[in-house]
């Protein structure tokens, strides 16, 4: 879609916009917020449009919680917007130690039914997303790749020295100036890990492109793990990547159309546009004597996204819903100069015998959020013993 840019069409159709609605919502009298009298001065002349806009212009909006339900009825649980606005009809993942594949989100309940799948998504939740900085992931890159130096003084990489050689003996240490990519054959299936250090929002889109772009070569359903060093991606079936293509995997090439392909950005888009609405009075959210909740909310605003896109795509408010569902929830820029370094990087492919240091904590992860009658700390000592007898 194009942005436009002159300041001067923005101004006139954000005053197109209070006077008529737009070109799409003209015919509706209740967008004709602002009128153009003889005088040649813009005025509200209705009552209920001023006392409406007093109680809506203070509003502060926030992320949603969705009701998961089995389609016949019964409830599950909650779920943030954030992450299952992503999914598209038919992905799968887990909550209440249930495999759960999503049917459709309809207003602000999510209808699901049991899945025997192997593989599923790990939800991500507000508590667990606060990622790396950019400076703060460029410079772990860094001391990383120093970690082998001989006569290194710095108390946390001596201590860290064990795992250090650990990794160099059965992997590799990456340096400043390369990409390190794990793929690791267990009991559980075929794992493949990457260590971009960029952080977990990042890692998120990253697994999901990377994922799509696999079943391109051949069809496969992945479960996705990530911490804010790197990600997970296994399957029950062998991943399908050598040197041959591990380049064109990772290259910045049709990056956003691959990113935008992986993920659901059109109800992602419709989430934000949400937020957008209300803040623009296309929607009411508090109204004398009530107040819409957000499932009300949704289903107006949600209607509303849909005819601007059908007949209006040029709309700003439009595109400030996926602009922000590309800056804030994709991380659009951070993500290009990811792929531009690691472009510019030595790619290292790692064939491991078992997890490496750098590879089990993303494992571990994974571990937090599968139903099992065996105690986490138990069965992450029954891992180490079955790593440490390749010693």
Do not use: C
């Amino acid at each position: 879609m194009r942005f436009i840019t002159s300041l001067r069409e923005d101004f006139s159709w954000a005053l197109q916009f209070i006077t008529q609605g737009g070109t799409t919502l003209k015919a509706y009298e209740e967008f004709h917020k602002v009128v153009l009298e003889d005088d040649g001065k813009y005025k509200v002349k209705s009552r209920r449009i001023s006392m409406l806009h007093r109680m809506n212009i203070g509003v502060i909006v926030s992320d949603a919680m969705l009701l998961v339900k089995f389609i016949y009825g019964g409830y599950i649980g909650m779920i943030e917007e954030y992450f299952i606005s992503k999914l598209k009809p038919g992905s799968t993942f887990i909550l209440g130690g249930r495999r759960l594949e999503m049917i459709q989100i309809k207003d602000m309940s999510v209808l699901v039914k049991r899945s025997k799948a192997k593989n599923a998504m790990t939800p991500s939740w507000m508590g667990g997303r606060l990622p790396l900085t950019s400076y703060l992931s460029h410079f772990l890159r860094l001391k990383l790749s120093e970690a082998l130096h001989p006569g290194n003084k710095e108390r946390e990489l001596r201590f860290l020295h064990p795992l250090i050689v650990r990794q160099a003996k059965y992997s590799h240490i990456p340096k400043a100036d390369e990409f390190l990519v794990e793929l690791i054959e267990t009991k559980d299936g075929f794992h493949l890990f990457m260590y971009p250090f960029e952080g977990r929002l990042v890692h998120e889109v990253i697994a999901a492109l990377i994922a799509y772009r696999l079943s391109k070569i051949k069809p496969l359903t992945f479960t996705i793990a990530m911490n804010d060093y790197g990600f997970e991606l296994l399957s029950d079936q062998d991943i399908p990547l050598h040197d041959a293509n591990i380049e064109a995997i990772l290259s910045k090439e049709n990056l956003m159309e691959d990113v935008i392909a992986s993920i659901n950005a059109s109800e992602m888009a419709s989430r934000k546009f949400r937020d957008i609405a209300v803040i623009a009075g296309l929607v009411v959210q508090s109204q004398p004597g009530t107040r819409k909740n957000n499932k009300s909310l949704q289903s107006s605003s949600g209607l509303i996204f849909r005819v601007l896109e059908d007949y209006e795509p040029n709309n700003l408010l439009l595109k400030q819903a996926y602009a922000e569902v590309f800056n804030q929830q994709l991380e659009e820029v951070r993500l290009r100069a990811a792929f531009e370094r690691i472009e510019k990087s030595k790619i290292i492919l790692k064939r491991a015998k078992s997890f490496t240091p750098l590879s089990f904590p993303i494992k571990v992860d994974r571990l937090r959020s599968t139903m099992s009658n065996e105690d986490l700390g138990k069965r992450i000592q029954r891992i180490q013993q079955q790593v440490f007898k390749l010693d």
